[in-house]
């Protein structure tokens, strides 16, 4: 899970808990995610914080991710966020948010002729308090496939799933999204992805966004993740702006 989701779909958002990117479930700097699993017997952590905004008020997340290599091409994930609420016009709330658990499985490496590809099923926990915007309601689930190719310093990396969604007044819907990256220097990745939901409410319209971001490696275990972006649609109500800081270290 590279990005817990980081993070999280606007449409989730209106609900009170904005789902950047990871993902934590999904790929940092992005929402998007990639295939690519934490090594056999590894560790890679994230201290990261999300925020976005819309007509309707503006949320942060502050969220701590694990993943470990459990065994070869096989990483499971736990995501745990704190979520700060303040609707437009109300009273600020806060508290824990609702728990991520997910286990990503690479079933094809990366070769000159074909991609790498993984599946990622993810659970969400039914945790935070949903009367007060800090979780979904109900629970959730995220049945994807992510595929990855790279040439030269490039890589791009993408796919989508199906979210099964639990919690009342709100319908299932698929999620899809591509991202391209480029290694500009040993240690500065930059690039930027584009995604697309379907709609989860009757009357609701299906969501479309972006984000630019990139990656800062110091090392071969500490990095520093960003990234920026909004919808391209209905802005002022579905994302007006989202952003992503997150510390990375692995081991």
């Not at 989701?5 to 609900?15: N, R, T, V």
């Not at 698929?174 to 990256?181: E, K, S, V």
């Not at 930027?192 to 009357?203: F, I, K, N, S, V």
């Not at 391209?232 to 081991?251: G, K, P, R």
Request: charged share 15%; hydrophobic share 40%; proline share 5%.
């Amino acid at each position: 899970m590279k990005r817990f989701l980081k993070i999280w779909l606007p449409a989730i958002a209106a609900s009170g808990l904005l789902l950047a990117a990871s993902p934590a479930w999904c790929g940092p700097p992005f929402v998007t995610d990639d295939p690519e699993p934490v090594d056999y017997k590894h560790f890679e952590t994230y201290l990261a914080s999300e925020q976005s905004g819309t007509i309707g008020g503006h949320t942060t997340t502050n969220l701590l991710e694990v993943n470990y290599g459990a065994l070869p091409d096989l990483q499971l994930s736990f995501t745990l966020p704190y979520v700060i609420n303040s609707p437009a016009a109300q009273a600020t709330q806060q508290g824990m948010g609702d728990i991520v658990l997910g286990a990503k499985y690479r079933f094809q490496q990366e070769t000159a002729d074909r991609p790498m590809m993984s599946v990622y099923p993810v659970v969400i926990a039914k945790n935070g308090n949903a009367t007060k915007g800090l979780g979904n309601g109900g629970m959730q689930y995220f049945l994807p496939v992510w595929i990855q190719k790279s040439w030269d310093n490039w890589h791009t990396f993408g796919g989508g799933g199906y979210w099964i969604n639990r919690a009342n007044g709100v319908g299932s819907h698929w999620y899809f999204g591509w991202a391209l990256m480029n290694d500009v220097t040993e240690h500065l990745s930059l690039g930027g992805e584009a995604y697309h939901a379907t709609d989860q409410r009757p009357l609701e319209n299906s969501s479309n966004g972006f984000n630019l971001g990139g990656i800062y490696k110091f090392d071969a275990h500490n990095r520093i993740l960003f990234s920026a972006g909004r919808a391209v649609v209905e802005v002022s109500s579905q994302n007006s702006y989202s952003t992503y800081i997150a510390y990375s270290l692995s081991w």
